[in-house]
Antibody, heavy 115, light 107 residues
Framework: EVQLQESGPGLVKPSQSLSLTCSVTGYSITSNYWGWIRKFPGNKMEWMGYISYSGSTSYNPSLKSRISITRDTSKNQFFLQLNSVTTEDTATYYC?????????WGQGTLVTVSS | DIQMTQSPASLSASLEEIVTITCQASQDIGNWLAWYQQKPGKSPQLLIYGATSLADGVPSRFSGSRSGTQYSLKISRLQVEDIGIYYCQQASSAPNTFGAGTKLELK
């Protein structure tokens, strides 16, 4: 069974970087696409980007200058880094599998940006 | 970006009632449309993909349809466990975009 689990700090200061890890079990990240989606307070959902089976990436243009998605295939993990965060980046962050439809999700991790 | 206009924003319905939620795409997205259900405290669950295909393990009371650029999710007989927030998502054109969500409550 495919399982995803996010981990990382729950509190980040403004202007700093947000870093999250998604650990995948039951499926190799060298197959398929692996991405990040966030849900803001008030329920708005935003697709952030993905890393493919080959390591190529695609990002939401609204984040392109601040976002980086990387991976460690030896650990079957992929990572999100979001730079120069503001309070508007406060959200629940999910990792998920798929480029077009998302059948597998992590449980989500709340990240609050606050001083 | 393609805009997905979802309606209604909230909906109150009785058990066994038929419920319909719609999404209007700002341009042609073909059948690149998925529906998700999110229960409180849980991750979103894929219900429908390809506009009309039922995802694995999803009860048959859920169905999806398409008319041009308007997409609908129908719950044929509302059950208690169907309460939550529903989202549509288009995957025709990057970036993927979601509707604003429909909060479904029991009357």
């Amino acid at each position: 069974e495919v399982q995803l689990q996010e981990s990382g700090p729950g509190l980040v200061k403004p202007s700093q970087s947000l870093s999250l890890t998604c650990s995948v079990t039951g499926y190799s990240i060298t197959s398929n696409y692996w991405g990040w989606i966030r849900k803001f307070p008030g329920n708005k959902m935003e697709w952030m980007g993905y890393i493919s089976y080959s390591g190529s990436t695609s990002y939401n243009p609204s984040l392109k200058s601040r976002i980086s998605i990387t991976r460690d295939t030896s650990k079957n993990q992929f990572f999100l880094q979001l730079n120069s965060v503001t309070t508007e980046d406060t959200a629940t962050y999910y990792c998920a599998r798929g480029p077009t439809r998302f059948a597998y999700w992590g449980q989500g991790t709340l990240v609050t940006v606050s001083s | 970006d393609i805009q997905m206009t979802q309606s209604p924003a909230s909906l109150s319905a009785s058990l066994e009632e038929i419920v319909t939620i719609t999404c209007q795409a700002s341009q042609d997205i073909g059948n690149w449309l998925a529906w998700y259900q999110q229960k409180p405290g849980k991750s979103p669950q894929l219900l429908i993909y390809g506009a009309t295909s039922l995802a694995d393990g999803v009860p048959s009371r859920f169905s999806g349809s398409r008319s041009g650029t308007q997409y609908s999710l129908k719950i044929s007989r509302l059950q208690v466990e169907d309460i939550g927030i529903y989202y549509c998502q288009q995957a025709s054109s990057a970036p993927n975009t979601f509707g604003a969500g429909t909060k479904l409550e029991l009357k």
